[in-house]
């Protein structure tokens, strides 16, 4: 039997047959769930608790885990975090093995041996939170490494080596980045927003941005990266993506959407989920992006785009994509010749990989 304490105090016990949680209560008194393990997969459990009762539901449960060991303090601690993906089906069949992916939402615990009397319970559950931050940090630099190694290996980017502390003014957004002498190549750099909405939680003051510059174009334009990077790293649901753009019948003469709409719908895209504006002097105006995008100090670095949304509810329509409960930008590419773009990799890692969002406090 491996014995485990959590982050919210509670024993966890879990043997070859069963999975067991203790809670201890101000007093004396425990109460303990016992759930018999009936099917074991990779990194998941099917559940069967007998002393269910039925009239709050039924017996049968599935739980995803993920266990393993981290380097803390310069200590290795073995962690185990799980959360319940279904819980008290009438029978196995109802039990799906569908998972939820935020890494927050598991429960994170630490390994203890009875009998070691060398940490309480309030030491281990602290220990227990500290690994669940140093996992998403571990896992946060693994996805931005393996972003930049993706565009290397797919497109031959040579990747711009950024220095992790340098931060750039949000202003002078990739023109800083060229100014380090170089001039073409993949990069991840950490930008600093003057003015983020205390009202916003997803406007970051710190962020960071995966991209591409223009001067550096591969396989001809940026549509066939940023949409491989999206299907094939992200291995996102391509159905749900969102396309907010601009028409080309418009009096600037300035490069519209049409033309790429059969290659999104090639990658999976929904027609119904391209929205294509049609008050382009406006959106020209602005040159905020979502069809075209203008730097904000260099005013001659400008072009036509596209920006990508993440549906954050069932049932999303496109034509609210800038409400902020039901979808989330996610990057804004250039259309030729304007060939860059630009991810915001917290929203990536939100998105895609289940992590927490990071606050502005």
């Given amino acids: 039997m491996t014995t485990y304490i959590s982050e919210y105090k509670t024993q966890i016990s879990i043997t070859d047959s069963f999975f067991l949680e203790t809670i201890h209560d101000t007093t004396t008194t425990s109460y303990a769930t016992e759930f018999k393990i009936i099917k074991r997969e990779k990194n998941e459990l099917f559940l069967l608790n007998e002393k269910s009762n039925y009239y709050f539901g039924g017996k049968y449960s599935h739980m995803h885990f993920i266990k393993g060991k981290i380097r803390l303090n310069g200590k290795k601690v073995r962690y185990f975090a799980f959360f319940f993906g279904s819980y008290d089906k009438k029978n196995l069949l109802e039990v799906t093995s569908s998972r939820k992916k935020e890494i927050s939402k598991y429960t994170w615990c630490v390994q203890h041996d009875i009998g070691d009397n060398t ?7 602290e220990l227990a939170k500290q690994v669940k931050n140093a996992y998403i940090e ?29 931060v750039f003014e949000y202003s002078t957004i990739y023109q800083d980045v060229l100014d380090l002498g170089k001039s073409k190549g993949c990069f991840i750099a950490k ?9 916003d939680k997803y406007n970051l003051k710190l962020f960071n941005v995966l991209s591409i510059y223009s001067n550096n174009i591969s396989n001809g334009n940026t549509f066939v990266d940023s949409m491989e ?30 033309p790429l709409v059969p290659e999104f719908k090639k990658y999976g895209i929904q ?91």
């Fill in 229 to 258: 990077y999206l299907k094939r790293f992200c291995k996102a649901d391509m159905s749900t993506i969102g396309i907010v753009s601009i028409t080309e019948k418009n009096k600037l003469g300035v490069p519209g959407i049409e």
């Fill in 271 to 361: 027609e119904k989920n391209i929205l294509i504006q049609t008050n382009v002097e406006e959106v020209v105006r602005k040159g905020e992006g979502d069809g075209f995008w203008r730097h904000l100090v260099k005013t001659n670095v400008e072009g036509p785009t596209f920006s990508i949304h993440v549906p954050l509810k069932y049932g999303a329509d496109i034509k609210n994509y800038e409400n902020k409960e039901e979808w989330l930008e996610v990057a804004e590419c250039g259309i030729e010749p304007f060939d860059d773009f630009g991810f915001g990799m917290e929203r990536v890692e939100f998105l895609f990989f289940g992590l927490p969002y990071p606050s502005n406090k």
């Fill in 138 to 166: 571990k896992k946060r630099q693994k996805i931005r490494r393996e972003s930049l190694q993706f565009f290397k290996k797919n497109f031959k980017l040579p990747i711009l080596e950024i220095p992790n502390n340098k």
């Fill in 119 to 125: 940490k309480s319970v309030d030491q281990l559950a």
């Fill in 191 to 199: 930008f600093l927003r003057e003015n983020e909405d205390p009202n």
